[in-house]
């Protein structure tokens, strides 16, 4: 697990040994390896929460380290668009109980015209099968049901942090028969 996680950020952030090896390839040992090898430059995922998920980043920030996640609350959907935009997000869970301007699927397709890859979970309410549908067809990454475990959203961080790193590894594996250029 840490391995994998390693080798996300490592990958991501451009961070190699002198010797050219991928950091995130010594991260084998467990997260202690990782803080020892950490770079300036390298970033942690960055989250960015809405409504419910925020009460739990409190029990967020005592279960993974802010090395490694960065939770961001944001206030409105102006300061929500202007992170996407500027891309300082990683991934975000919206809740659709929050009383903005906009409604999450509005958000939603705002978000994709801007970053069509950004993971992002829908925390909801709704049982209609075309609220659902909607926001699955505006490439949620997940849609999970109100109330909101902790559970859930450790489950859907992880989810989303594995999405990115294999869309990273696609990215960047060579077409066949070509070799990676370093």
Not at 159 to 176: I, K
């Amino acid at each position: 697990m840490w391995h994998r996680r390693c080798n996300v950020f490592a990958w991501k952030h451009g961070l190699r040994t002198s010797a050219g090896q991928w950091l995130g390839d010594r991260c084998a040992e467990g997260p202690a390896a990782m803080v020892i090898t950490r770079d300036k430059t390298e970033r942690p995922f960055r989250l960015v929460v809405t409504g419910e998920a925020e009460s739990w980043l409190p029990a967020l920030a005592q279960l993974i380290s802010p090395k490694y996640v960065q939770p961001h609350r944001v206030d409105g959907d102006q300061e929500l668009m202007s992170i996407v935009e500027a891309r300082q997000a990683d991934a975000a869970v919206l809740d659709d109980q929050v009383d903005w301007g906009l409604d999450v699927l509005q958000l939603l397709r705002m978000i994709r015209r801007l970053d069509a890859h950004l993971p992002v979970v829908v925390v909801t309410g709704h049982r209609d099968r075309r609220y659902l549908q909607s926001a699955l067809e505006l490439r949620a990454y997940s849609v999970v049901a109100r109330p909101l475990a902790l559970e859930q959203l450790l489950q859907q961080i992880h989810g989303m942090m594995v999405h990115l790193e294999r869309m990273l590894r696609m990215s960047a594996s060579p077409p066949p028969g070509r070799e990676r250029e370093e």
